[in-house]
């Protein structure tokens, strides 16, 4: 069991490291200034990227910074779980800088389903122009009149009527609703069928947002913000029809092809709160040094350097779970990793959110501002404490993983 990353995983990192200090950590000012003025408000029809994004991407695909995440060596770079795992802790330390390389979710995720589960006309349909950053995608899973903590509560129906599929029901918490370059979502939904199992009964269909009854209904603030230009939204489904040729894989198959979805990204996601835990507490430590009151240091104030201490602990115990969670994937499988994915999915946002909380007090009132990034990687602390599935459900889990292995 070795946690070192590959040459060929540093050297990535290298060429990474160095174009994030020369393009991405200059613009990240004027990133946060440029959406604070043009895109305002829960109007998602005018918003719009920054205009240096399409320059930065085109440089990272000239360097060979594109598509990381896919373990594919023609489609992506080839690089395994465990290899992309410190690329994106790296990402991680700007808010959103890993759309600049196109591994930023939702679209990753559903990368991964349809290069895993997509037939040969989806994946030229919609995953190449993906990997190519020609449009954006949307996942709609949570529903808003359930509690969606147990998918199996979902109620959107897909049904099939002849050669159509048809699609009825309301999703919110939409990831990338909001962007205009935004044409395909996945959406999962219900398909009865007493015959299947319970975790049978719900399917994932490719639906074009331009589809005759797709109404985006609005898109959701989280603590005020949008997140713009690609937001959460609230979208419709009334009597959607579809080819059949755009479901996934089967009808029944949604479960099974969520696991295979979920069981990287959150490898992904966990990497970056990393990433973000890592710049709070160097913002952190920075601040304490540098300012005075009472007539000291901050770091020489109260508890504060237990407190760094502290940080410096919960952050490398995560990074090494992580990494572990990633190893796993690796050499056993998403289907035999999921107590420890499970567990980073716990671990990871909670020691974001602790970290950045310390630091934002460090900080004072500036902390509460966007004059640093400690806002932003609070509300993706909170956020990814319910995404992809809360704390408690993880822990429900994990707790019952352990109770089988002792069950004769």
């Known amino acids: 069991m070795n946690f070192e990353p590959s040459p060929r995983s540093q050297e990535y990192l290298k060429t990474l490291k160095e174009f994030m200090q020369e393009h991405v950590y200059p ?9 604070k003025d043009n895109n305002q408000g829960s109007d998602w029809t005018k918003w719009k990227e920054h ?8 440089l990272a695909q000239e360097q060979g910074l594109w598509n990381l995440f896919l373990p594919d060596s023609k489609l992506g770079q080839g690089l395994s779980v465990l290899e992309y795992a410190p690329l994106a802790e790296e990402m991680g330390r700007i808010y959103n800088a890993a759309e600049i390389f196109n591994c930023n979710a939702p679209d990753t995720g559903n990368m ?23 449009m954006k995608s949307v996942f709609c899973m949570t529903e808003p009149n359930v ?47 007493e015959s299947r199992g319970r975790h049978e009964q ?15 209904k609005r898109m959701l603030n989280t603590f005020g913000a949008y997140d713009p230009p690609a937001g959460h939204g609230e979208v419709h489904f009334d009597n959607v029809r579809v080819p059949k040729e755009n479901l996934i894989q089967d009808f029944g198959a949604g479960f099974a092809i969520a696991q ?27 601040r304490s040094g540098t300012r005075q009151a009472f007539g000291k240091l901050l770091a020489k104030l109260g508890g504060n350097s237990e407190r760094f201490a502290k940080a410096r602990i919960d952050v490398d115990q995560a990074r090494l779970l992580t990494h572990y969670a990633a190893w796993k994937i690796d050499e056993k499988g998403v289907r035999d990793s999921m107590t420890e994915i499970s567990a980073i999915k716990v671990v990871a946002p909670n020691v974001l959110q602790e970290v950045t909380d310390m630091a934002m007090q460090i900080h004072g009132g500036a902390g509460l501002s966007d004059d ?17 599935g ?16 002792y069950l004769s």
């Open 27 to 35: 613009l990240e000012r004027d990133y946060i200034e440029f959406h």
């Open 51 to 58: 205009p240096s994004l399409e320059k930065l991407k085109y």
């Open 112 to 134: 991964e389903v349809l290069y895993h589960f997509g037939s040969e006309k989806q994946k030229e349909q919609w995953l190449i122009p993906l990997l190519q950053g020609k």
């Open 147 to 193: 509690a969606s903590s147990d998918a199996t509560n979902i109620q959107t129906s897909i049904l099939q009527d002849g050669d159509e599929i048809v699609i009825n029901g309301k999703k919110w918490w939409s990831a990338g609703l909001g962007h205009p370059e935004a044409k395909i979502a996945i959406v999962m939904g219900q398909t009865k069928d």
């Open 202 to 216: 719900h399917s994932m269909v490719l639906v074009p947002l331009d589809t005759p009854g797709v109404k985006i």
């Open 260 to 286: 295979g979805r979920l069981g990287p990204g959150r490898i992904h996601h966990c990497m970056r709160c990393i990433g973000a835990a890592e710049r709070a507490l160097q913002l952190a430590i920075i």
């Open 372 to 388: 640093f990034p400690l806002t932003a990687f609070y509300i993706q602390a909170r956020a990814l404490r319910l995404a992809d």
């Open 390 to 405: 809360p704390d408690e459900v993880h822990m429900r889990m994990i707790s019952r993983l352990e109770f089988k292995k």
